[in-house]
């Protein structure tokens, strides 16, 4: 009798210690998930990073940068011309994001002078994701979760400023250095012999194509018409629409080659859909369309490359793409 006395005892005991340290961890779990939530630290480039792919910066919440500017894509899309809201289309291909930390201008026609600059301008764009910026950032200010992290990172509530140097800080971020042409420019790696070949022709006299895709990113951030505006069937007239510079007719900002192979298609105008369609314009630009209107001078004659060396030149750029964004 005493002893089941005792082992009742002991049972009781048990259960008021074990209902004890259930009690104190579900204390413990709630107290750290609540602080866990609060306490997420944003940086300027965590916070862009989640603006990026925030479709509340759009009118009907249906488009983000990364829907047009997609990571699986090197950051560009795989249409010609891509779809905003209301499935309207942009009115020029969607360039990668990718390498613009050193870029003294956005937009094939340079219009905008810093990425936070640019980075408004598509949230307002009427095609684009056609939300008035004062709209955005009263979402955001309405948004607690946006609300705490731009006053934990900027110390103010959000703004257009802090919005677009938020964008500015993650896009700064997106520099690819990881790729075939790195490892060989590192000593790491040798050439193949086609990759050579491709090489030296991109650099050489013959193909030219160095004298305007040169730098570290193989852009010299000049504008210039390649023959791509006719003012027939070519309308988009560029630069000038900005300068208002006659010279300027059918200019467009020479895009970087970085990851090139990975972003088709191609031109301002997406008209383009792979690299050897590239080259074969390359090959006899001038006369490639009717009526071209105030083409280089540099392009004025056929470069004369055969298939072979047109294909060398495309195994060179594609030794431009990162790792990454090889396709496996
Ligand atoms: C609906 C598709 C679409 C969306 C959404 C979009 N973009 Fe773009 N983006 C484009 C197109 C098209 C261009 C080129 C337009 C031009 O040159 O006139 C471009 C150009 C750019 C450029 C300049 C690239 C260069 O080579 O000069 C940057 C940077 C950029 N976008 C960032 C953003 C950011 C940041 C967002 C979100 C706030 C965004 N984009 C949303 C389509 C889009
Ligand atoms: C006179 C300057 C010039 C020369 C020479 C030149 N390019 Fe370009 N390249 C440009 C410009 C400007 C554009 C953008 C034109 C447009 O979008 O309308 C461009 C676009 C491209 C694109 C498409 C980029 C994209 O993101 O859509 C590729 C690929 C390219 N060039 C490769 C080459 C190769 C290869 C050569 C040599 C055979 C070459 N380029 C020679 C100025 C030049």
């Avoid at 866990?36 to 940068?65: M, Q």
């Avoid at 006053?151 to 700064?172: D, I, M, R």
């Avoid at 080259?279 to 470069?303: E, V």
């Amino acid at each position: 009798m005493k002893l089941i006395k005792k082992c009742f005892r002991n049972f009781t005991l048990m259960k008021q210690l074990l209902f004890a340290i259930l009690l104190i961890t579900s204390i413990a779990f709630i107290s750290f998930s609540f602080k866990a939530d609060k306490e997420i630290k944003y940086t300027k480039i965590t916070l862009g990073k989640k603006l990026f792919s925030e479709k509340i910066l759009s009118k009907d919440s249906s488009v983000s940068c990364a829907s047009c500017h997609n990571p699986k894509f090197a950051f560009a899309d795989t249409l010609a011309l891509s779809i905003g809201i209301n499935g309207n289309e942009t009115s020029r291909n969607t360039p990668s994001v990718l390498n613009m930390k050193n870029r003294p201008y956005f937009y094939y026609d340079g219009r905008a002078a810093t990425l936070a600059q640019q980075s408004l301008m598509p949230i307002a764009h009427k095609f684009e994701m056609g939300l008035p910026i004062a709209e955005a950032v009263d979402r955001l200010n309405k948004n607690l979760l946006y609300k705490n992290a731009f006053l934990q990172v900027y110390k103010e509530t959000p703004s257009s400023k802090n919005l677009g140097s938020s964008f500015e800080a993650y896009e700064k971020t997106l520099e690819t250095v990881n790729s075939r042409y790195d490892d060989w420019a590192n000593d790491k790696i040798k050439f193949t012999a086609a990759e050579e070949r491709g090489r030296k022709l991109f650099i050489g006299e013959k193909a030219k194509c160095f004298d305007c895709h040169f730098g570290d990113d193989f852009t010299g951030d000049q504008f210039k018409n390649i023959g791509l505006f006719n003012g027939n069937f070519l309308t988009d007239s560029g630069r000038i629409f900005i300068t208002k510079k006659e010279t300027d007719l059918g200019k467009f900002k020479v895009p970087g080659l970085r990851n090139i192979g990975a972003t088709a298609p191609y031109m301002h105008n997406g008209m383009f859909a792979t690299l050897e369609e590239v080259l074969r314009f390359y090959n006899n630009p001038k006369g490639f369309f009717p009526h071209q209107i105030n083409i280089d001078s540099s392009l004025n004659k056929p470069l004369n490359l055969t298939v072979k060396e047109q294909a060398d030149i495309i195994v060179f750029l594609k030794t431009l793409t990162d790792k990454e964004y090889v396709k496996k």
